[in-house]
């Protein structure tokens, strides 16, 4: 895999792309691949403190596209996949799935959990336009809650 992110990363580079590359970064971290848009986004904050709003924006619009198709590709897995058995635990999740709906996807943007959480939405066919709204709140929160502190503009202690 680092055969194709290296030379990415590197095509991308912060001060010559700017705002295409927080896209691309933050597409391809909503998806199963694992890559943190967080560092990009503040980097680029950090070099031009002006684009906070377009860095967060851009970064929101990558991170939720990208969290439509990880939705996309649950979808399409539980089109083809047979019905497996499955844990304790999997099933108290996928209940609580159920029971929450779309809404769940708020937490879209948790490491490790989130982008699955996004990939068994669609396996369970949940709403997608509703889902997509809920991953874009919940992202967008993040950047700026993340970016802002980050930067200083909000001291978390």
Not at 134 to 156: C, D, E, I, P, S
């Amino acid at each position: 895999m680092d055969a194709w992110i290296t030379p990415l990363l590197t095509m991308l580079a912060l001060p010559q792309y700017g705002l295409s590359t927080v896209f691309v970064v933050s597409f391809i971290s909503a998806t199963l691949l694992p890559l943190g848009s967080e560092p990009v986004v503040f980097a680029l904050v950090q070099l031009n403190p002006d684009l906070f709003w377009p860095v967060v924006l851009v970064a929101t619009a990558g991170n939720t596209l990208g969290g439509a198709l990880t939705w996309w590709m649950g979808f399409g897995a539980h089109q083809v996949a047979d019905k497996y058995t499955t844990s304790a635990h999997h099933v108290r999740a996928l209940a609580w799935l159920v029971r929450m709906g779309p809404k769940a996807c708020l937490l879209a943007w948790l490491p490790l959990v989130g982008d699955p959480l996004c990939a068994v939405a669609g396996w369970l066919k949940m709403p997608f336009w509703p889902c997509v709204a809920y991953m874009a709140v919940g992202k967008f929160a993040r950047y700026v809650l993340m970016t802002a502190v980050l930067t200083g503009l909000v001291k978390w202690w």
